[in-house]
T-cell receptor, first 112, second 114 residues
């Protein structure tokens, strides 16, 4: 079985632009969570989605939004990019809301 | 109260030695404590996890020790190998407000020398 897949793997954007990151969870998993990992730090929680509904949101500005599709894949959108948004964005897949989370390889976003 | 404190920040161990990484938490509502291993340029990979109803869990060379009263847990890597060289993150989580988020420690960079 394929693991969690994220696309693209790398992305360079200019300040003020918008970006969309994509995630496909493990087959059978209904929950997707998004995390931001700044270099040298642990991942920080952004969102959790379950059955296409937002279940929780971390301490991130409204520039960050996400959605989950009927096939349980998910997109993370970030508007009005800032230099500080440069990070590895991780998608985690889990069967339910409160079960083991498995991470994808991440999308490395660089804002210049 | 939502923090997880991890130590040491970096660790050098000789091949065959034991690597020990420690974490502490404050919120007694946490009920799930996983450890993740991350190689450069990769996402974190789930290594082993424990719930507070047991004091120890072993999977191969990896063992979690959990001390509920001290609010501490640790990862022991026995017979450490150069291939274990990576960054290790502890985390804690609980179901609250209808969702579950992992709260990660700052990470420990482990180097195993041959």
């Amino acid at each position: 079985d394929a693991g969690v897949t994220q696309s693209p793997t790398h992305l360079i954007k200019t300040r003020g632009q918008q970006v969309t990151l994509r995630c496909s969870p493990i087959s059978g998993h209904k929950s997707v969570s998004w995390y931001q990992q700044v270099l040298g730090q642990g991942p920080q929680f952004i969102f959790q989605y379950y059955e296409k509904e937002e279940r929780g949101r971390g301490n991130f500005p409204d520039r960050f939004s996400a959605r989950q599709f009927p096939n349980y894949s998910s997109e993370l959108n970030v508007n009005a990019l800032l230099l500080g948004d440069s990070a590895l964005y991780l998608c985690a897949s889990s069967w339910g809301v409160n079960t083991e989370a498995f991470f994808g390889q991440g999308t490395r976003l660089t804002v210049v | 109260q939502q923090q997880v404190k991890q130590s040491p920040q970096s660790l050098i161990v000789q091949k065959g030695g034991i690597s020990i990484i420690n974490c502490a938490y404050e919120n007694t509502a946490f009920d799930y404590f996983p450890w993740y291993q991350q190689f450069p340029g990769k996402g974190p990979a789930l290594l082993i996890a424990i719930r507070p109803d047991v004091s120890e869990k072993k999977e191969g060379r990896f063992t979690i020790s959990f001390n509920k009263s001290a609010k501490q847990f640790s990862l022991h890597i026995m017979d450490s190998q150069p291939g274990d060289s990576a960054t290790y993150f502890c985390a804690a989580s609980m179901l609250s407000g209808g969702y579950n988020k992992l709260i990660f420690g700052a990470g420990t960079r482990l180097a195993v020398h041959p």
